[in-house]
């Protein structure tokens, strides 16, 4: 166990030595900071601190699964592209110990930019607009007329996000095991990620017409739809949602790990 979590820590360091990983952790507490500054001064009413934060967090959340998915596409491919994937594997720990500590260190990554950018965007909108919470404020401010207030709303905004994130990059870690170019392998999952909305809006128009539509990934990923209670598209359930997720969570794990176990290095 000791030895997993130093493989783990191994990857921690080669992430977070690198000047780019800085600026992905930055960059969107710099935008959510940028944006209260430039509401506060042009609005001419003042919005509310979770007004804001839901519209930021709507942007933001984004940005961080589109840098999250490019260092997930660049995991192994980049070990293949830069020669050093035989020095990797060549050490005493077993294939799949390897593959578990760098999914385990991009979780982890997506985890810290996650909370980073909740906790960036509480504090910057609490000094900016000044603090406003309770039930009354989640209906006045969020639109939402749930039994919850402000605080669970927004938390619960942010786990529902953070899952659909787990499954897009889970999905950008398994195109980086396909492919040994990092360039690829990036470019694909970015490719899915920025058109993936647009191609879920297009089967959503169809679903009516072919159910098998409602089984596939994309038409899933907003969970945070079920927030205000009202079921999906179709009539699909949270729960339906979730079971979706988790079964192609799961294949697109066992395709990695059956790929990378029997990969050829020495081409």
């Known amino acids: 166990m000791f030895d997993f979590w130093q493989l783990v820590r191994n990857e921690n360091m080669k992430l977070y030595r690198r000047i780019r990983t800085w600026i992905m ?34 942007v933001m ?49 997506s985890l ?52 659909s994130m787990v499954v897009v990059i889970t999905l950008a870690f398994m195109l980086s095991t396909v ?21 879920a809006t297009l089967l959503r128009a169809m679903m009516e017409r072919y159910e098998w539509i409602e089984y596939i990934f994309l038409v899933h990923l907003n969970l945070t739809g079920y927030l205000s209670g009202a079921p999906g598209d179709n009539g699909m359930t949270f729960g339906f949602s979730l079971g979706v997720l988790a079964v192609y969570y799961v294949l697109f794990l066992a395709v990695t790990w059956t790929l990378f176990r029997k990969r050829d290095v020495a081409a």
């Open 25 to 58: 952790l930055a960059f969107p507490v710099i935008g959510v900071l940028a944006v209260s500054l430039i509401a506060n001064s042009v609005s001419s009413g003042q919005p509310s601190m979770w007004t804001m934060m839901l519209y930021e967090s709507l």
């Open 61 to 109: 959340l984004q940005l961080v699964t589109i840098f999250t998915v490019v260092v997930a596409a660049d995991s192994v491919a980049g070990e293949f592209s830069a020669g050093t994937i035989k020095l990797l594997l060549i050490r005493p720990w077993s294939r799949s110990k390897i593959l578990l500590s760098k999914y385990v260190s991009l979780l982890l990554f």
């Open 112 to 163: 810290l930019s996650t909370v980073i950018l909740f906790a960036a965007a509480v504090v910057i909108n609490m000094i900016v607009f000044g603090y406003s919470g309770g039930q009354a404020s989640a209906i006045a401010d969020l639109g939402t007329n749930l039994n919850v207030g402000v605080w669970n709303y927004m938390l619960s905004y942010y786990a529902l996000q953070w899952i």
């Open 179 to 199: 492919f040994r170019s990092n360039g690829l392998a990036i470019g694909l999952s970015l490719f899915i990620v920025l058109m993936g909305s647009t191609i």
